[in-house]
């Protein structure tokens, strides 16, 4: 990575101690990456295939996060897009195992493994033993339980503005061997993305799974000093969005860091209140 930009722009209005100043910097993506038949090269038939592609292509490198995705079989939150019976075992695999998104339900979608992959490598090393984590966004639930798989005693919340996706997240989840997270250490309920969840905050990570026009303010409140969040910013008819780390220091400082391109689905804003963001 190359550093191109380095920025400072202030809180506007002042607004408490821990929104003092925004650093933004950007960076130039120097590596090439390759595509084949609309996914990318770390596709596999098995998980287990599919996951060390993954590492084989750097694309892993924390030994959490290779250990969290070989224990979550992916195909086991791909179910949505293709009900029971209605499609052989060997196809089924053959789309579960591709790393590209796939549609699941609501006009939602289960991202490419190689931005779980990337997202979770980027969020492990604020989460320890006893930490929270806020997935917005959570869809089939997959990252959600795979952050609270990520170290000893986290509590991870996955939100998501539909019924039918929550419900989806939670069958999901509850299918798998970790059901008995369910209720105890792993949490879906139906809120706005844009609201987060005031009332279990503060987070130490927060992911975000749909672009945002700008930084959601309520989410930012909500993530801890010392807490990131991974959130991808620009609108959706935009030519390009950005996936945006955001990091709070021990003292409130807010660095932001543009990482590279991705394309996102919308962030739903429930109450449409956009006076709520930055």
């Known amino acids: ?19 003092r100043a925004w650093r933004w910097r950007r960076y130039v993506l120097v590596a090439t990456v390759i595509r084949r038949a609309g996914s990318w090269m770390s596709s ?24 969290v ?15 029971s019976g209605t499609v052989s075992a060997p196809a089924v695999a ?16 289960i991202s490419a493994p190689h931005m779980h992959a990337r997202c979770l490598e980027l969020l492990a090393p604020k989460l320890h033993a006893r930490g929270k984590a806020l997935d917005v966004g959570c869809g089939s639930g997959y990252l959600t339980l795979a952050l609270s798989l990520l170290a000893d005693d986290v509590l991870a919340f996955g939100i998501e503005h539909t019924d039918d996706l929550v419900s989806l997240a939670r069958s999901n989840c509850a299918a798998t061997e970790f059901k008995s997270k369910m209720g105890t250490s792993l949490f879906f309920e139906r809120a ?15 992911h975000v799974g749909a672009a945002a026009h700008s930084v959601p303010r309520a ?12 959130v991808p910013i620009g609108r959706p008819q935009a030519a390009q969005q950005q996936l945006v780390q955001i990091d709070k220091g021990p003292d409130g400082q807010v660095d932001l860091t543009s990482l590279f391109a991705v394309r996102y ?11 709520r963001d930055l």
Do not use: C
């Not at 038939?45 to 590492?55: A, D, G, H, K, M």
């Not at 995705?69 to 009900?83: G, M």
């Not at 989410?219 to 991974?230: N, V």
């Not at 689905?265 to 006076?275: A, K």
């Open 192 to 206: 706005d993305g844009w609201a987060g969840l005031p009332d279990r905050a503060p987070f130490d990570v927060i």
């Open 94 to 109: 053959q789309v579960a195992y591709r790393d590209a998104p796939l549609p699941i339900a609501s006009g939602a979608t």
């Open 265 to 275: 689905v919308e962030l739903v804003d429930q109450r449409q209140r956009h006076s």
């Open 219 to 230: 989410l930012l409140e909500q993530l801890a000093p010392g807490g990131r969040m991974i």
């Open 1 to 19: 990575w190359m550093s191109s930009e380095d920025t400072t722009k202030k809180w506007p209005g002042g607004r408490g101690k821990h929104m």
């Open 69 to 83: 995705l070989r224990r979550l079989d992916r195909r086991q939150f791909t179910r949505a897009i293709a009900p």
């Open 44 to 67: 596999g038939v098995t998980n287990e295939e599919l996951v060390s592609n993954l590492v084989r292509d750097g694309l892993v490198r924390n030994g959490a996060v290779e250990g």
